[in-house]
Each structure stands twice: as C-alpha cells, then as structure tokens.
T-cell receptor, first 110, second 112 residues
Framework: RKEVEQDPGPFNVPEGATVAFNCTYS??????FFWYRQDCRKEPKLLMS???SGNEDGRFTAQLNRASQYISLLIRDSKLSDSATYLC???????????FGKGTKLSVKP | NAGVTQTPKFQVLKTGQSMTLQCAQD?????MSWYRQDPGMGLRLIHY???????DQGEVPNGYNVSRSTTEDFPLRLLSAAPSQTSVYFC???????????FGNGTRLTVT
C-alpha cells in the first residue's frame, strides 16, 4: 500500500458544484495533515491544515478519520479559479518529514 | 517579504556537468528541504535539514549533495548530471519538520 494515495482525477465539474476529494494514508502514527493546492507550472501552496475535529475555511471543509486513515476535502460552490491540482500531505510518523500524494486534478467549467 | 527564493528558474545541462541550485529563506526557519517533481510521480524528497550543520537523506538522494552552513541557505548540488535528473526542483522551508512547508518558485532543469 502506498503511503499517501489520492484519486488522480481529473474531476471535471460545472461552476457552483460541490466536489469532494479523499486521500488515504498508511502510517497510523501520522499526526500532521494538510491540503495543498498547485496551479499548473507553479509551486504548491498550503490550502489548509486538517485538524482532528474537522475544520472549515470559507467554501473549503477538511475532515480527518483516524480510524479509517483517510482525510477529505470538500469544496462547495466551485469557482473557475478553483481549477488546480490538490495535494494531500501527511507526515511520516516517527520518521518525520512530509509525504505528498500525487494529487487530484480539478477542472471547473463555466 | 521574499519567503523562499530559488535560483535559477531554468537550467539546461549536458550529461556529466555539475551545478548548484540555490535556495535561501528569510523566515528564520529551522527546517529546509529539496523535492523533485516528475509527471506521474508527485513530489519526492531528495534531502532535508533540521538546522544549520545538520542534513539527512530523503527518498531519492542519489546524485545530489547538500550542505547547510547557515540557517538561511540550503544549496543542492548535482555532481554529474544525468538525463534522469531532468525534473522540476522545489526548495521548501518550515518552522520545524511536520509544519506546513513554504515553497520556492521552482527550478526547471533539463539534462541532455
């Protein structure tokens, strides 16, 4: 099982749609979880951290399920500007360092 | 408010040449790292440092060297470039490991 797995997509959705991404991780000792956004030919940028109780930032909601070892990202009312690749990031447990998933590509159409 | 600065943005090398990718951060971050990103492979950790004078290998360290003589700088050296090292390289820093990473703009390297 790969350490951090994501559905590569692409997810093609119309403006205004709600879209959800899931990510599974293999190390039960992981403690830090993040979602990053990467635009084409740009560097990854932090979208949001993921907390145990779940957290929301505007149209974005992140959830963590430790028992099943997955995190999710929900985007409501999609905008054209949300088109990007979304990277799931998890720490490597006792080995430290952050491990990146390969990303899920989102394309929001008018 | 520079953040993480990488140079150069683009580089073309011939097989066997050596070069150094520069990375500097002005946020007084202890943790710095280098990743490479290839199509279909995601971001893979090359080397990292948890403080000045301390470096360690990541997932794909072969063919690369690093040093951390100051908190601010973390250069990546390619000893003898190979076509397999054609990639986009990102430097990143964080207050400590497992904290959110701040990335530089990246260096697109082509080895012919």
């Amino acid at each position: 099982r790969k350490e951090v797995e994501q559905d590569p997509g692409p997810f093609n959705v119309p403006e205004g749609a709600t879209v959800a991404f899931n990510c599974t991780y293999s190390n039960s000792a992981s403690q830090s979880f993040f979602w990053y956004r990467q635009d084409c030919r740009k560097e990854p940028k932090l979208l949001m951290s993921v907390y145990s109780s779940g957290n929301e930032d505007g149209r974005f909601t992140a959830q963590l399920n430790r028992a099943s070892q997955y995190i999710s990202l929900l985007i409501r009312d999609s905008k054209l500007s949300d088109s990007a690749t979304y990277l799931c990031v998890v720490d490597g447990g006792s080995q430290g360092n952050l491990i990146f998933g390969k990303g899920t590509k989102l394309s929001v159409k008018p | 408010n520079a953040g993480v600065t990488q140079t150069p943005k683009f580089q073309v090398l011939k097989t066997g040449q050596s070069m150094t990718l520069q990375c500097a951060q002005d946020m007084n971050h202890e943790y710095m790292s280098w990743y490479r990103q290839d199509p279909g492979m995601g971001l893979r950790l090359i080397h990292y440092s948890v403080g000045a004078g301390i470096t360690d290998q990541g997932e794909v360290p072969n063919g690369y060297n690093v040093s951390r003589s100051t908190t601010e700088d973390f250069p990546l050296r390619l000893l003898s470039a190979a076509p397999s090292q054609t990639s986009v390289y990102f430097c990143a820093s964080a207050g400590r490991y497992n904290s959110p990473l701040h990335f530089g703009n990246g260096t697109r390297l082509t080895v012919t």
